[in-house]
């Protein structure tokens, strides 16, 4: 999926979650971008065989077996859009801090106290 795709995909699963505010385009552009190199990472793996481990060669011309660089790529872009998403409330853990944030009444100041007496 594209990037605009995911924006959209993103921005309406925040609206169905609650979630949603306006503040919020910049981390859901973000997270779109991520979303759509983890996308093409996938792609590039898929097209070279989607092997997990390929064999590479070093300098001195000795092959070694190693993870295949596009997963490294897939893996980094989900464990970094894994933050956004619960930071956006779009997972369990994250809509439950949001909601118990919204939720909890706000602490008064001292100021604030005297101002209601001189009231």
Not at 24 to 46: C, N, T, V, W
Not at 76 to 91: I, S
Request: glycine residues 8%; charged residues 35%; contains cysteine.
């Amino acid at each position: 999926m594209k990037k605009n795709g995911w924006k959209k995909k993103i921005k309406a699963a925040c609206e169905e979650a609650g979630t949603y505010r306006p503040y919020f385009d910049i981390p859901i552009a973000q997270l779109a971008d991520i979303l759509a190199r983890r996308d093409d990472a996938l792609e590039q793996y898929k097209q070279t065989g989607g092997k997990p481990v390929v064999v590479h060669t070093n300098k001195a011309g000795a092959k070694n077996l190693e993870r295949n660089p596009a997963l490294l790529i897939i893996d980094a872009c989900e464990k970094t859009a894994l933050a956004y998403w619960r930071d956006l409330g779009l997972t369990p853990a994250g809509l439950k801090r949001i909601d118990e944030n919204s939720m909890k009444k706000q602490k008064r100041g001292f100021g604030d106290i005297l101002k209601d007496l001189s009231e």
